[in-house]
């Protein structure tokens, strides 16, 4: 069984010693694991998507690449982006990627916007802040799945993340590019079976 480690900063941990934090989880975990993947788009953690800035996400990445060199068994080292990231921002970490060859970039984190809701807007407003996943958030991810695709000329592997319930969702992702993909709300939903459900037509 092949096993993702995906590791991110603490709370309390400030952007400028952020680098320190992925160190130790990338250390720690780096024997039990066989790939990586940098979270630095989780909406949850205060701050934490202003590491997504090039020079910050260099510095966290280029340092963890220097430590897997170290290492006996290199592993993948990939990268998780927000939703919500701007042309530019998207751009930016697409050019870095390919600059200093991440093995793949996972798309998308959850989202901060409330597009294609049903809920009302008071509602929504009670409930507050935080990542939103699942349905609202498909399109968005396979956009932009498919924008990095395009842009690479599928030369950075793609895991598709967000929305997926169904085997025509899963197909979707894989013909907008997606070299694999991540179930995580559906898996909430439907329990582990929905992956016997996905790949069973
Ligand atoms: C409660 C919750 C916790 C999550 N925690 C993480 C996390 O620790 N690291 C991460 O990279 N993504 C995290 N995610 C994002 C999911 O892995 C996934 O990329 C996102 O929810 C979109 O996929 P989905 O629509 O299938 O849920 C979390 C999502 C939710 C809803």
Redesign the pocket.
Known sequence: MIIGG?I?KNKITPNEDAWKDYEICFNELHEMVDYF?V?VS?PNTPGLRDLQQKDSLKKILTHLQSINQTKKNQKPLLL?ISPDLNQNDLDDVIDLALEIKLDGLVA???TISRNHLITSKNEIEKIGAG?L??KP?KEESTRITNYIFKKTNGTIPVIS????FTTNDAKEKFEKGAALI?????FIYEGPAIVKKILSK
């Open positions: 995906n991110g993947v979270n989780s998780k998308a984190n959850t990542g996943s699942g958030l993340s967000g929305g997926i991540q179930v995580w709300t559906g």
